[in-house]
């Protein structure tokens, strides 16, 4: 594989947001914005990435199956942890003026399936919210008061699995309505669209990120933890055990690691007999915090 | 603060319904077909969900009223519980809700009035026995209730059923509704509680133990049965000294004919809910003890359990009779 700036930091690549955009003007300006390089011009999607900030982007193209595809392509290709968070943004219809105006996507619903999704916690500080719909072509008529798009329910069919719902963001910008016709949107249109908001999604960005943050630590594995599993020999069931023993065991002695123990346990067995023993030395004197 | 009302299409024109998106004029309205549709889902994240829940009105068909599980509950020969709402607005670290369902949204159902149906059916299917109905198994009974209006409702039917008894089980100090009325001799308010420091720790949300003691105290002298809940029972360093205290406190120049029934229970989860809370919430250390698994239960074990029991009803006894403690076992 041939890769450009960003091939070399691949390996070492935490991503926590992941933007899923349909075309290249939408996402040019995110990729300035969070200062994101194309990480190789040979992929099957087009992928840029941050290794710094750990953000990444994939340009699926138009329609709800690229969209899926597209950040199926990304999550395999940077493999791509269960606590990050997944970001559909690009522009839509509007049954109303005016252009311009960034909404979030409180229900997405796929005109065809009829299938509904719900993305996302609330962002009401920063975005006014609406519902969405995925059509197979550019609505002209728009009519029901939602948002009409070509991606989002394919994004959301795929994205949430990766992580959770709660991590899968639809951000749309009002391009067209029945006074603004689509056919004057031009790349130039969708680019400005886009750049106008990056503040506001920055900030947007800034509240995904805590909540990804939160999500890492909860599911994280620690360093130490891994480290007796790669030299010890467990079981299945002893490596989930000692897993789950040790998190109780950090929880009750945060200050604590496993080095300091000035112990050498002889089996993977042992370890979690200590570990266990030494929550049941505590129980007298338990505290809560 | 709910910014989100998520509302099922056939019950826009309940009257429930616009009473309830008056009292959240900023909330986003989005329509939906059914509440499934976006509760208890897979790929949800009840700890992510929390932090900001939405709102969802639907409509209840089914299963209005339902037998409680044995061990809960008072001296009643038959106990039910009805669940106008899922979920509740407060974050207890040890809650039930959390292992029960993916979702920390709040759906209220708004046909109140098929619940007083139900509850009316039930009744006059069951003359033989004295009857209790729970309000606050799936969700706090009163601190929904500047948004939800269901209390008043709840209440004026009641009222009008002598024969029976409603619990309202609550956490929270929104008492309004019932302090502007007439106390009603067969609806008891019943408080959740634990001692201040423990529940400073794991009672997030949720008024402290001084405003909840005066609430209920506010009730007693409006002539409102009162109940006393110290369920879960919380061990830690030092709980004999803060449940004696926390006893005595509320206690204090509380009249003891306000006081309707005390009952306490151990901390327990069945097991799969207890894998699922405790992998949502890995730092916190009331997950950490090492707790016992028996049955398909996880506790802290008969040991501390019927210690706990014992210290608490040795408690009690100096200030109530043994007729109205209760030990709970679910």
């Given at each position: ?5 960003g091939?070399?930091n691949?390996?070492?690549a935490d991503i926590k947001i992941c933007w899923v955009m ?5 996402a040019?300006p995110v990729i300035d914005a969070f200062n994101m ?10 992928v840029y990435m941050n290794a710094e900030n750990d953000h990444a982007l994939v ?12 950040a199926?392509?990304l999550k395999?290709?940077l493999d791509v942890k269960s606590y990050a968070a997944w970001i559909n943004l ?29 993305p996302g916690l609330?962002l ?31 994004f959301?069919?795929?994205a949430?699995?990766f992580s959770c719902?709660e991590l899968t963001y639809v951000f ?26 990056i503040?506001?999604i920055s900030k947007l960005v800034g509240s995904i990120g805590e909540l990804v943050k939160d999500e890492k ?73 | ?330």
């Open positions: 594989m041939k890769r450009g700036a091939g070399e691949l390996l070492k349909a075309l290249r003007s939408e040019m390089s194309i990480v190789s011009n040979e992929l099957l999607f087009p340009i699926s193209g138009t329609g709800p199956a690229k969209s899926a595809a597209g199926t392509y395999s290709f690009g522009i839509a219809g509007y049954f109303k003026e005016p252009t311009g105006k960034l909404f979030q996507a409180l229900k997405v619903e796929h005109h065809d399936s009829r299938r509904a999704y719900f609330r009401s500080k920063f975005v006014d919210g609406c519902a969405l719909s995925t059509v197979s072509k550019p609505e002209v008529n728009f009519p029901d008061q939602v948002l009409y798009d070509m991606e989002a329910a394919g959301c069919e795929l949430p699995t719902n749309k910008v009002v391009s067209d309505t029945p006074f603004t016709k689509a056919s004057l949107v031009t790349k130039k249109v969708v680019t400005n669209l886009i750049e106008n908001h503040g506001t630590n909860r599911l994280v594995i620690s360093h130490e933890v891994n480290h007796y599993l790669e030299n010890f020999q467990f079981t299945n069931s002893n490596r989930v055990k000692f897993q789950q023993i040790y998190k109780k065991w950090k929880s009750a002695f945060p200050n604590k690691t496993l080095n300091a123990l000035n112990y050498t346990p002889t089996s993977a067995r042992e370890l979690i007999t200590r570990l266990e023993q030494d929550l049941l030395d505590e129980v007298k004197d338990w505290n809560l915090v | 603060m709910i910014d989100t009302v998520y509302v099922e299409e056939k019950i826009l024109d309940h009257p429930i319904t616009k009473n309830v998106i008056k009292s959240v004029p900023t909330a986003d309205i989005i329509k939906i077909n059914r509440y499934q549709e976006l509760f208890n889902k897979r790929y949800q994240n009840f700890r992510l969900q929390k932090k900001n829940p939405s709102l969802i009105l639907a409509k209840k068909y089914d299963n209005f009223v339902l037998p409680v599980p044995s061990g809960f509950g008072m001296n009643a020969q038959k106990n039910f519980y009805f669940s106008h709402m899922y979920n509740c607005i407060y974050d207890c670290r040890y809650c039930f809700l959390q292992g029960m369902y993916s979702s920390a949204n709040y759906v209220l159902f708004v046909n109140y009035n098929d619940f007083f149906e139900s509850i009316s059916d039930t009744i006059e299917a069951q003359t033989s026995s004295s009857l209790t109905f729970y309000s606050g198994y799936d969700c706090d009974s009163l601190a929904f209730d500047k948004v939800s209006g269901f209390s008043k409702h709840a209440l004026d039917f009641f009222s009008k059923q002598p024969s029976v008894e409603l619990e309202l089980r609550t956490k929270s100090i929104v008492t309004s509704s019932l302090m502007k009325r007439d106390p009603i001799e067969n609806c008891v308010v019943a408080f959740s509680l634990s001692p201040p420091k423990i529940a400073s720790i794991l009672d997030n949300k949720a008024p402290s133990i001084e405003k909840r003691t005066i609430a209920l105290k506010q009730l007693a002298n409006a002539g409102w049965p009162i109940g006393l809940r110290f369920d879960p029972l919380i061990y830690c360093s030092g709980w004999e000294n803060m449940y004696s205290n926390l006893i005595a406190d509320i206690m204090h120049d509380l009249n003891p004919s306000s006081l309707h029934s005390v009952s306490h229970g151990p901390l327990r989860f069945p097991k799969k809910m207890y894998k699922k809370i405790s992998s949502l919430h890995p730092e916190n250390k009331l997950f950490s003890f090492p707790m016992i698994e028996k049955g398909g239960i996880v506790s802290y074990g008969k040991g501390i359990e019927n210690t706990m029991s014992s210290f608490l009803k040795m408690e009690l006894l100096k200030y109530t009779t043994q007729s109205k403690i209760f030990r709970c076992t679910v």
